[in-house]
């Protein structure tokens, strides 16, 4: 990572820092000494981890949790702003350890679940992990270690969730599958053309009932719910590069009405467009 707008250790063993990967840099991460867990959010870009023979792709809305080690490089693919979070496990105190489990992010669990990923594994979170990570830079612009703190934690709690839960069931029927990822791909294709369920449901050759049945089935939530969370985390993204107003963003995922915008902006984020643009830029990020 390049110098950080903001830099903290929040207590012995946790150090977190907000940066940027420039475009093919590359980063050995055997030469990490002080850290035994290292996990990078990206809300931007993109990284490849190279480990051991593997290639792990990294991309906005998901972290990386890696244990550094020999032959561990970490390329920058695009240009990616990002939270690192290091942590050595030894030095954390009993009460540290305490508070990580109590939010949802034990740190037993985190190490188990690098042993069964050889070391290296990706988190899918999404929006929660963008939101979380906006709340963080603008609790470490304030310089309000309390709060920087909670952040920290529910950033944490937000990756662990990302690793262990799953969108996909496992036991769904393969018409219903089909429905489902035809109807997420017709969603994907002009963001800036928004689908009714009606419409959805003539894409996928069904009926709305069916076509909900088999969405929540396959995603785990219902189809409105992620289709704005699609449009919100593609508009977060517009919103980080800052060339375009607001408005200009809203109707590139679909919404003619800023208002309307701001306020679905706002209950998938956790912040307004504005307030998401200006947390992000200290760190492009």
């Not at 990967?21 to 959010?41: V, Y």
């Not at 689908?195 to 189809?223: D, Q």
């Not at 003619?256 to 992000?280: D, I, L, Q, V």
Request: contains cysteine; proline residues 3%; glycine residues 8%.
């Amino acid at each position: 990572m390049q110098p950080c707008a903001r830099s903290f250790e929040l207590t012995c063993g946790v150090a977190i820092s907000a940066g940027v990967f420039e475009r093919g840099g590359t980063s050995d991460l055997s030469k990490i000494q002080c850290a035994d867990i290292l996990a990078i959010a990206l809300v931007d870009g993109a990284l490849l981890l190279c480990s051991h023979g593997r290639e792990i792709r990294v991309g906005a809305g998901e972290a990386l949790l890696v244990r550094p080690g020999e032959a561990t490089i970490l390329n920058s693919i695009e240009s990616s702003g990002g939270i690192a979070l290091s942590v050595a496990t030894e030095r954390l105190s009993d009460a540290a350890r305490r508070a990580c489990a109590s939010l949802g992010a034990p740190l037993d669990r985190v190490e188990a679940l690098l042993d069964e990923a050889e070391g290296a594994c990706v988190a899918h979170c999404g929006s929660e992990l963008m939101s979380a990570a906006a709340r963080l830079v603008a609790a470490s612009r304030e310089d309000d270690v309390a709060r920087i703190r909670l952040c920290t934690l529910e950033l944490a709690s937000t990756i662990v969730a990302g690793l262990e839960g799953s969108t996909v069931a496992i036991d769904v029927s393969g018409s219903h599958r089909r429905i489902a990822e035809a109807a997420a791909r017709a969603m994907r294709d002009r963001l800036d053309q928004p689908k009714t369920i009606p419409t959805l449901a003539r894409i996928c050759g069904t009926s709305p009932t069916i076509l909900k049945e088999s969405f929540r089935e396959v995603y785990g939530m219902p189809v409105y719910a992620w289709y704005r969370r699609l449009r919100m985390e593609a508009a977060s993204r517009r919103l980080i590069h800052g060339g375009e107003s607001i408005a200009e963003v809203a109707l590139s995922v679909g919404y003619s009405n800023p208002s309307k915008f701001a306020k679905a902006f706002g209950e998938t984020m956790g912040m307004t467009p504005r307030e998401w643009r200006r947390a992000m830029a200290s760190t492009r990020l």
